[in-house]
């Protein structure tokens, strides 16, 4: 990859059709993660759908029961709120999860449409001022989740595995991490 440069407005970047194999794949698997297998109920709203119907639907859940996933990853991406009052963190939950999954499944499919639009690496990379946000929310999920796995939790840990032999399995998905940073910092720059 090489960095993102700007261009009457619009960031481009050259990616290698691996790249484009590659990054497509992490951000479905981080929509399959957030949606539970099930993207179609996080995408955009229908909008003949009563809005109202959709409220009471959410409200219905247990507010004593927080739903807290065991997955390490999902706890990142959705840290608890309040950690030490279970009240407050439920209903924090409770209002606000589903609109933060369906946003993350909605940026994540901005991403993949952009994607799609490099016919695998043929055609630079070009995103729009108003994907830009969309990019940047899904690059940052998407090396948390990878950093989650990897068990990188602060600069002394990400060094640590940097220095990891080649022969080590971790060490591709820790160059992985390095080219998700890389790329949120070239997109940044190019701003």
Do not use: C
């Amino acid at each position: 990859m090489k960095k993102f440069a700007r261009r009457r407005g619009v960031l481009t970047a050259a990616l290698s059709p691996y790249e484009v194999e590659l990054l497509t794949s992490l951000v479905r698997q981080v929509v399959d993660l957030v949606s539970d297998g099930e993207p179609e109920g996080f995408a955009t709203p229908d909008p003949s759908a009563d809005p109202f119907e959709a409220l009471a639907a959410d409200l219905q859940v247990d507010p004593d029961a927080p739903e807290v996933s065991d997955d390490p990853v999902l706890r990142r991406l959705f840290p608890n709120a309040y950690p030490h009052d279970a009240d407050a963190s439920s209903d924090f939950r409770r209002f606000t999860e589903r609109g933060l999954r369906t946003t993350k499944v909605t940026d994540a499919q901005v991403v993949l449409e952009d994607l799609a639009a490099t016919e695998e690496g043929r055609v630079d990379l070009r995103v729009r001022p108003d994907h830009v946000e969309a990019w940047l929310r899904t690059l940052t999920g998407v090396r948390l989740a990878v950093a989650t796995r990897l068990g990188i939790t602060d600069n002394e840990s990400a060094e640590e595995l940097a220095a990891l032999d080649e022969s080590d399995p971790r060490s591709f998905m820790v160059s992985v991490y390095d080219w998700l940073g890389f790329a949120q910092e070239t997109m940044v720059g190019a701003l």
